[in-house]
């Protein structure tokens, strides 16, 4: 099966998707801001250069796409039928780079949280959890 769209145009989607500042970025973001805790955003220092970071806490958050890092849920588990290879192994890719990254973090002495995009169904639930990685150590959690 072809492309809906042409080369050029094509190009120009994959261009448009962004690595940083995305929608469910943003909206981790304000449900953590909720915990109290102190958070900077994409901080380069750091390897992978985390989505969110609780300096104080030393905890790392990184929001991921389902489909772009290989979820277990069904839009995770979608593969392209065309250029199969090219996406298997770009995938693949991600996923390595994933581990590695949070293997890093680990051995630096940060928690690493990874938030899946299907989480964001059940916002408060995952409000919990961000609180609970998050709230400064006075704090008490509800």
Do not use: I
């Not at 099966?1 to 500042?21: I, L, N, P, Y």
């Not at 981790?28 to 958070?39: C, D, H, K, N, V």
């Not at 901080?43 to 389902?66: K, N, Y």
């Not at 899946?116 to 916002?123: D, I, L, S, T």
Request: glycine share 4%; with cysteine.
């Amino acid at each position: 099966m072809s492309d809906v769209f042409s080369r050029a145009q094509r190009s120009a989607v994959m261009r448009a998707v962004k690595s940083s500042g995305t929608a469910p970025e943003r909206r981790l973001f304000e449900l953590a801001r909720t915990s109290g805790a102190r958070l900077r955003r994409n901080v380069r220092s750091l390897p992978g250069s985390p989505d969110l970071v609780a300096p104080q806490r030393r905890v790392c958050v990184f929001v991921h796409g389902c489909f772009w890092h290989q979820h277990t849920c069904a839009r995770g588990a979608r593969r392209p039928a065309s250029n199969a290879g090219y996406w298997r192994a770009k995938l693949e890719r991600n996923v390595r780079r994933d581990r590695r990254v949070a293997r890093e973090l680990r051995a630096l002495g940060w928690t690493v949280v990874t938030v899946w995009e299907c989480q964001f169904r059940a916002p408060e639930r995952l409000r919990r959890r961000l609180v609970r990685y998050l709230a400064p150590a006075d704090r008490v959690v509800s």
